[in-house]
């Protein structure tokens, strides 16, 4: 495989990482910031506190006295500035054009370096509009992935939402957004990555200038959850869809375990497509559901391999054992050869169409840096190759077990219907 990007690590006096892709085949800069914060660094009380000072970041700062004039110095640039929160950690972003790279900069060192945080209301107002997709009309969380986590990571700050509480949105106040920034965003526990074209050399420089004097700060770190005592654990939570949404989760390992390639390489033979055996088993050949797939989630400390569906009400228990069937199969026979070598096969594909995205690597070798030295992709495809048959059913029988699963479910079905439901989770668990 031929490599047409530079791969560099920098770290400026302060203790600020700075990646460098350059792929001067391209027509375009990437620039990210990566911060190691997210809803599992919250307590219950600032719970929501990371996804809020996201948006807040994007109100103003020196220089820019509101969103608007920000937004439209970057996308002056040919650029539009995006954020995200995740679990883990927060990402800010915007690809420019190369020849206003070093302008793209002064813009991200004045958010990072003295945001103003303008007009918190009207920004309290639109987030508390974004957690609405997550409510039902009593104000009742219907979003799976936040259920699904509470269920998995019980008691644990992985299980929070990361969107926070109407209560605690409501409560935050500049003096908490200047606390958390002052705790969180230090040179220490940020990653500022460029991807793309542009002069390193000159890069380098104004970064040092631009970013030099944040405070030094401290990295972040994380409490491993524990298995919750009480698995396997069964939720379900009424609203009025006219279908069941439920996620099957096992507890997995981070993706610095040796195991992880292998559960990568698992959940392409499960969700690889529509030819992926979820695909194949609970839709072309049943006509179960329409929509089904399977991820792996992976923290510095541990995972998550989901199983999701959406299925009618009266196809719950039918949908649930043809799952468990499925998986009870990988148990005792193996992948073929032939199998892995198209799933080997596809994932190189992946990894290499990867590489033509500024956006892909930067995430890859930027965010990844804030955990670990991220492995080059050259590196992963010989990991691929060393996956066998035995290692996939190994992992199977490993990680597939009744004393590391959750199950969540959010749909309209009735209480006897749940029970049902319920009952055939139990009797399917003993059965593994």
Same mark, same amino acid.
């Given at each position: 495989?031929?490599?047409?990007?530079?791969? =560099?690590v920098?770290?400026?006096?302060?203790?600020?990482?700075? /990646?460098?892709?350059?792929?001067?085949?391209?027509?375009?800069?990437?620039?990210?910031?990566?911060? =190691?914060?997210?809803?599992?660094?919250?307590?219950?009380?600032?719970?929501?506190?990371?996804?809020?000072?996201?948006?807040?970041?994007?109100?103003?700062?020196? &220089?820019?006295?509101?969103?608007?004039?920000?937004?439209?110095?970057?996308?002056?640039l040919?650029?539009?500035? &995006? $954020?995200?929160?995740?679990?883990?950690? #927060?990402?800010?972003?915007?690809?420019?054009?190369?020849?206003?790279?070093?302008?793209?900069?002064?813009?991200?060192?004045?958010?990072?370096?003295?945001?103003?945080?303008?007009?918190? &209301?009207?920004?309290r107002?639109?987030?508390?509009?974004?957690?609405?997709?997550?409510?039902? &009309?009593? $104000?009742r969380?219907?979003?799976?992935?936040?259920?699904?986590?509470?269920?998995?990571?019980?008691g644990?700050?992985?299980?929070?939402?990361?969107?926070?509480?109407?209560?605690?949105?409501?409560?935050?106040? !500049?003096?908490?957004?200047?606390?958390?920034?002052?705790?969180f965003?230090?040179?220490?526990?940020?990653?500022?990555?460029?991807?793309?074209?542009f002069?390193?050399?000159?890069?380098?420089?104004?970064?040092?200038?631009?970013?030099?004097?944040?405070?030094?700060?401290?990295?972040?770190?994380?409490?491993?959850?524990?298995?919750?005592?009480?698995?396997?654990?069964?939720a379900?939570?009424?609203?009025?869809?006219?279908?069941?949404?439920?996620?099957?989760?096992?507890?997995?390992?981070?993706?610095t375990?040796?195991?992880?390639? #292998?559960?990568?390489?698992?959940?392409?033979y499960?969700?690889?497509?529509?030819?992926?055996?979820?695909?194949?088993?609970?839709?072309?050949?049943?006509?179960?559901a329409?929509?089904?797939?399977?991820?792996?989630?992976?923290y510095?400390?541990?995972?998550?391999?989901?199983?999701?569906?959406?299925?009618?009400?009266?196809?719950?228990?039918?949908?649930?054992?043809t799952?468990?069937?499925?998986?009870?199969?990988?148990?005792?026979?193996? /992948?073929s050869?032939?199998?892995?070598?198209?799933? =080997?096969?596809r994932?190189?594909?992946?990894?290499?169409?990867?590489?033509?995205?500024?956006?892909?690597?930067?995430?890859?070798?930027?965010?990844?840096?804030l955990?670990r030295e991220?492995?080059?992709?050259?590196?992963?495809?010989?990991?691929?190759?060393? !996956?066998?048959?035995?290692?996939?059913?190994?992992? /199977? !029988?490993?990680y597939?077990?009744?004393?590391?699963?959750?199950?969540?479910? !959010?749909?309209?079905?009735?209480?006897v219907?749940v029970?049902? /439901?319920?009952?055939?989770?139990?009797?399917?668990?003993?059965s593994?």
């Amino acid at each position: 495989m031929s490599t047409a990007y530079d791969y =560099r690590v920098a770290t400026l006096p302060n203790g600020l990482t700075v /990646v460098t892709v350059e792929m001067p085949h391209l027509h375009s800069t990437q620039l990210s910031m990566f911060v =190691r914060v997210g809803s599992r660094h919250e307590t219950k009380e600032t719970n929501g506190l990371s996804h809020f000072y996201e948006h807040m970041i994007f109100r103003g700062c020196e &220089d820019f006295e509101d969103s608007t004039s920000l937004n439209s110095a970057m996308e002056d640039l040919g650029g539009t500035l &995006d $954020g995200y929160t995740m679990r883990d950690l #927060t990402g800010y972003q915007s690809a420019v054009h190369p020849d206003f790279t070093q302008d793209a900069l002064d813009i991200f060192a004045a958010m990072f370096r003295a945001p103003s945080y303008p007009d918190i &209301d009207v920004e309290r107002r639109i987030i508390i509009e974004e957690m609405l997709d997550a409510l039902d &009309d009593r $104000g009742r969380v219907v979003d799976l992935d936040t259920i699904a986590h509470r269920e998995a990571f019980k008691g644990h700050p992985l299980g929070q939402p990361i969107d926070g509480t109407k209560k605690n949105i409501r409560a935050f106040s !500049v003096e908490h957004l200047e606390k958390h920034r002052r705790k969180f965003y230090g040179a220490k526990n940020m990653v500022l990555t460029l991807a793309g074209r542009f002069d390193r050399v000159r890069c380098l420089r104004s970064i040092d200038q631009k970013f030099g004097k944040l405070p030094p700060g401290k990295l972040s770190s994380e409490t491993a959850p524990k298995i919750p005592l009480d698995a396997p654990r069964f939720a379900y939570v009424k609203s009025d869809d006219a279908q069941t949404r439920m996620r099957v989760s096992f507890r997995t390992t981070a993706d610095t375990h040796e195991d992880h390639t #292998t559960l990568l390489m698992l959940r392409r033979y499960l969700d690889g497509g529509f030819s992926g055996r979820l695909q194949v088993e609970l839709v072309e050949r049943t006509g179960l559901a329409y929509e089904v797939g399977a991820d792996l989630e992976a923290y510095s400390d541990c995972g998550l391999f989901d199983f999701e569906f959406a299925v009618a009400h009266s196809k719950l228990i039918v949908t649930l054992e043809t799952l468990f069937r499925l998986l009870g199969e990988l148990k005792t026979k193996p /992948v073929s050869h032939d199998e892995l070598e198209r799933l =080997r096969r596809r994932a190189r594909i992946g990894l290499e169409f990867g590489l033509d995205s500024a956006a892909d690597l930067s995430h890859w070798f930027g965010a990844t840096h804030l955990f670990r030295e991220p492995r080059r992709p050259e590196e992963r495809i010989a990991e691929l190759d060393a !996956v066998t048959p035995e290692k996939l059913q190994a992992a /199977v !029988v490993r990680y597939f077990r009744p004393d590391q699963m959750t199950v969540a479910a !959010v749909g309209g079905a009735d209480e006897v219907l749940v029970r049902s /439901v319920r009952k055939r989770v139990r009797e399917l668990v003993g059965s593994m």
